[in-house]
């Protein structure tokens, strides 16, 4: 699914009036009754109260003059805060025309705020993906007026003040809190980045029947990866068949067909990490997985995966070899690694001597940050799976999100590899500049050892020879989300531990099968 700039957002309508020959009136009426669905759905009128509708002289207060209008028909008390304005959209003074007079509008302003009781329910529809400028005036101080009211705030396709894909001009400017926002058709960048969460709440996306050739045909580099019934879908967009999938396995399939990895993990007191990575890697359908751990980890690994091969190191406490890699399919190598001399070595001597697909993780990328002279000598399509701060000490510290997204892609491109940026939405940078951003997970996947089955996981499926880097990582990110949801439902999110994620691999990868 596309992740489109604000002046794409206003082309796709305009294309959409054109193509299905209606107006924007029309159009407008359309947003409104999925807007006024998706509230039927979650508050009664009677749990609902009083609603308060605070509207801006443009599109967006024209989509909330029209709820208002809806949501008084089917029943609700709703009252209007109205900014006033030099100018109006057009669309604004149709639906200002036909508004029933019953419903009481106030008009803003810095002597006259709208009284709001903590828990009123309040749309803002003050501003949406229109807004290119800081709020100032009157705007300004409705918004820090309800950001300190304790309301229960939904907001039309973006809280007021939010850039749609660009960092704040002025931070210190407010911007609508909301605990839920609702967008037409497709997601905004903005919503998946951290430091947009305490505006966007939960995210919300309503179908409004957009046009589908303008969005196929739309150029970006976002993308969100995601599967039927995510959340934050509704209605038509929620029944969508997975965005990647896992190609369903031959009757004549046996163990060969699915690959040989080798994994190069763990050091004395972190051989933990080998057995999560190993045990995902088994369960993500690798045919034979070989792990070289140091000699420390031999019994550990033969009593805990007796699956998998294991090869000891020479050195008790940290791995000092490479073994001969001629077998393998693919080979992984970080997971509680250390950062010795003599492991930075067999690194070095991996990326040189590779000639099967890598996924490098953990303290093997802290190595690179440390040496980043061997950052030249990456294979192409080698996967990278760095947390922030990991991939800060690759790159350099970020300005803000939207810098750390350039750095991201800049990095992929430069290097022709697959960057795995792991978070809440996980960004899967490609060689050709592309993002695709993950739509599965939760906070309880926020524990040690959790990117270490992450790691295990995508060694398994680039063992997987029908399946090319990108994909292969895209997948393992969407099952390892996928993974977690399965493991909190059962656990709960506090109770959520890594190997609850190794268990749920399987039922995951189930649902993503071709």
Known sequence: MKLL?????RALDQATI???????????????????????????????GEMLLLCGPGNNGGDGLALARLLYGAGYAVRLGLLPADKYSDDYQYNHHVLPKVIVAQELSLEEMPTIEPGTLVVDALFGTGLSRPLDGVAAAVVRHLNDSQARVVAIDLPSGLLADAPQPDPQAPVVQASHTVSFGLPKLAFLLPQNAEYVGEWHVVDIGLSPDFIEQAATPWHLTRLPGVAG?????????????????????YKNTF???LLLAGSRGKVGAAVLA?????????GLLTVAVPGCGYDIMQT?????????????????????????????????????????????????????????????????????????????????TPHIGEFTRLTEKARDDYHRLELLREFAQKHKCVVVLKGA???????????YFNSTGNPGMGTGGSGDVLTG????????????ALRAARLAVLAHGLAGDLAAAATGEAGLVAGDLVQHIGPALRNLEE
């Open 304 to 384: 805990t995966r007796p699956e998998a091969m294991c090869l000891a190191d020479a050195q008790a406490d940290f791995i000092s070899e490479l073994p001969e890699l001629k077998s393998y399919q693919a080979v992984a190598i970080g997971p509680g690694l250390g950062q010795e001399e003599a492991s930075r070595a067999v690194l070095e001597r991996l990326l040189r001597e590779a000639h099967v697909p890598l996924v490098i993780d953990a303290d093997a990328l802290n190595l690179l940050g440390q040496h980043r002279e061997l950052l030249d000598l990456l294979p192409a399509d080698t996967v990278l």
């Open 259 to 261: 690959g040989h990895a």
């Open 5 to 9: 700039s604000a002046a794409q957002i």
């Open 425 to 435: 939405y996980t960004a899967v940078a490609a060689p050709d500049g592309q993002v």
């Open 18 to 48: 054109r193509e299905q020959r209606t107006t924007s009136t029309a159009l407008m009426e359309r947003a409104a009754i999925a807007l006024a669905g998706w509230l039927y759905q979650r508050y009664a009128p009677a749990e609902a």
């Open 278 to 286: 190993s045990g995902a890697c088994l369960r993500g359908g690798v």
């Open 457 to 468: 996981l995508t060694l398994a499926l680039r063992a997987d020879q029908r399946l090319d």
């Open 233 to 253: 879908f509704d209605g038509a967009l929620a029944a969508r068949q997975p965005d990647v999938t896992l190609p369903r396995r031959s009757k004549f399939a």
